[in-house]
């Protein structure tokens, strides 16, 4: 079974700029979450998504969004960059969100450069 | 809020030899989830072990296990006969068992392995 994938790997943008993420649950998997990692503040969790609906949200300014599809593909959205965006955006997978079982299995990231 | 601590920011063992590494946490809940991940230089974030906080018995993987102890709110990671792939970024992460909330993690503990 393939494992969760994320699009780009890497990015450079400019300060201002919008950008857009994009990760791939494993097969089945209908959760998904996005956490952004830097060396300062570690790992910091953006938002998490459950069949298309917003379950739970990080404390990252508005300029920071996300959405899921009906295939459980996931999106996340930062618009006007800025400089302090440089990270690490790990998303990760499981297989369902309500109590139980829970392992999250996570993606390589996507390593955006904002100058 | 939970919080999920790491006290050692680095360490560093020999091959062949074991170490430990701390993790604490705090929650007013009585039944949640406990997590070792692994992040290799590769930077893919990988679950090492899993801890279900109403099973006495501290759970093993292999050449890892953990000692949990839930009075002390203790949850430390034990690596017996380390190896060189062993090198990595370790993260503690908590999560409650409704799954009403995202996976808290630590700040995390560097590990190398000397030859």
């Known amino acids: 079974k393939a494992g969760v994938t994320q699009t780009p790997r890497y990015l450079i943008k400019t300060r201002g700029q919008q950008v857009t993420l994009s990760c791939s649950p494993i097969?089945?998997?209908?959760?998904v979450s996005w956490y952004q990692q830097t060396p300062g503040q570690g790992l910091q969790f953006l938002f998490e998504?459950?069949?298309?609906?917003?379950?739970n949200k990080g404390n990252f300014p508005g300029r920071f969004s996300g959405r899921q599809f009906s295939n459980s593909r996931s999106e996340m959205n930062v618009s006007t960059l800025e400089l302090g965006d440089s990270a690490l955006y790990l998303c990760?997978?499981?297989?369902?969100?309500?109590?139980?079982?829970?392992?999250?299995?996570f993606g390589p990231g996507t390593r955006l450069t904002v100058t | 809020a939970q919080t999920v601590t790491q006290s050692q920011p680095e360490m560093s063992v020999q091959e062949a030899e074991t170490v430990t590494l701390s993790c604490t946490y705090d929650?007013?809940?009585?039944?949640?989830?406990l997590f070792w991940y692994k992040q290799p230089p590769s930077r893919q974030m990988i679950l090492v072990i899993r801890?279900?906080?109403?099973?006495?018995q501290n759970a093993t993987e292999n050449r890892f296990s953990v000692n949990f102890q839930k009075a002390a709110k203790s949850f430390s990671l034990k690596i017996s006969d380390s190896q060189l792939g062993d090198a990595a970024m370790y993260f503690c992460?908590?999560?409650?068992?409704?799954?009403?909330?995202?996976?808290?993690f630590g700040k995390g503990t560097r590990l190398s392995v000397i030859a």
């Open positions: 990760a997978s499981s297989l369902t969100q309500t109590s139980g079982v829970y392992e999250q299995y």
């Open positions: 097969s089945g998997h209908r959760s």
């Open positions: 998504y459950f069949s298309e609906t917003q379950r």
């Open positions: 929650t007013s809940e009585s039944d949640y989830y």
């Open positions: 801890q279900e906080a109403y099973k006495q």
């Open positions: 992460a908590y999560r409650s068992y409704s799954g009403n909330t995202p996976l808290v």
